[in-house]
Structure formats: structure tokens, C-alpha cells
């Protein structure tokens, strides 16, 4: 498959990490209660997982806003294919995954939550012990908690 520039400079950077990341969402998605309670992720082949970050990078690409490009540092790839709501930093030792959100009544403010500190020791250590549907629960109270303190702070 030909690849654009902008994702082939990406692959000289990051390759090792997202086949990484891959194997490990991968992983996660073949445990039934992880995939009942966060079905926006999915199990992908690579050459699917690479057409997807092809997809963000260019989307990436387009951004134009500088908050927006802070945010989303060229490091930041989803990991929920279904939707951009998880995504990883490529240049966290750990692999963090983490869920956004945004407040835009009066100025703008991006803020996220962690779901995964560590992808790797995550996976890597029993994940089927993990009550995903408490996880969620959490995930959804830091959402909103997160967006409480952004609306604070805009002074709305």
C-alpha cells in the first residue's frame, strides 16, 4: 500500500511504538467484558490500524487552531477507531491512554482523563481482572468532573 509523506515521517518516528500500541489494543479487545462496555474501540489488522493513523495524520494535519495543535501534539494518535474519544501519546514511556473533552461557552479549554496510565503493564498484567464496567463508570465521572472544573475556570 502507498502511504503519503506526511504518514511515512511519521512511520520513520513512530513506527515501533504504534505497532506497539496495535498489539496491545488488539490484546485488549479479545476480553468480552472490555469490548461490552468500550465498544469504540476495535480489533484491526495492521494494515487497517495504519490506514486509520494515515487518516489522523492527515486530519492532524489541518488543524489550525493553536490550542488545538498543542493538544493534539503530533505525538497524540486515537486508539478508538470507532470514534476519536481514546487516544495514546507515542512519546509516553507507558503508553497513556486517555479520553478528551472540550468547554467552549466562553473560552476554549481541552482537558483529558486517564484510562490507562500504562497500556503496556496494563495488558501485560492479567486485564481480565479489570472490572471494565467500573472502569467506564469512573472514565464517565472524570469526564465530568474535568468539564465542571473547565467551566470554573472560563468563569461561566
Keep these: ?11 520513520a ?3 515501533e511504538r504504534l505497532n506497539v500500541v496495535i498489539d496491545k489494543i488488539n490484546s485488549l479487545c479479545t476480553i468480552e467484558a472490555f469490548n461490552a462496555n468500550f ?8 494494515e487497517q490500524w495504519y490506514q486509520f493513523i494515515e487518516d489522523w495524520v492527515r486530519l492532524r494535519s489541518k488543524l489550525n487552531h493553536p490550542q488545538d ?30 479520553g478528551y473533552g472540550y468547554y467552549t461557552i466562553k473560552n476554549k479549554c481541552w482537558y483529558k482523563y ?4 500504562n497500556l503496556t503493564e496494563v495488558v501485560d498484567n492479567s486485564p481480565e481482572l479489570i472490572d471494565f464496567a467500573e472502569l467506564k463508570s469512573f472514565l464517565e465521572q472524570l469526564d465530568k468532573k474535568a468539564y465542571a472544573q473547565c467551566h470554573e475556570q472560563a468563569g461561566a
Design 39 to 46: 465498544d469504540q474501540f476495535s480489533s484491526l489488522s495492521k
Design 13 to 15: 518516528i513512530y513506527e
Design 1 to 11: 500500500m502507498a502511504y503519503s509523506q506526511s504518514f511515512i515521517d511519521f512511520l
Design 114 to 117: 486517564i484510562m490507562f496510565a
Design 69 to 98: 495543535i498543542d493538544f493534539f501534539e503530533y505525538s497524540i494518535i486515537p486508539v478508538s477507531e470507532k470514534q476519536f474519544e481514546y487516544f495514546v501519546d507515542l512519546d509516553d514511556p507507558g503508553l497513556q491512554v486517555f
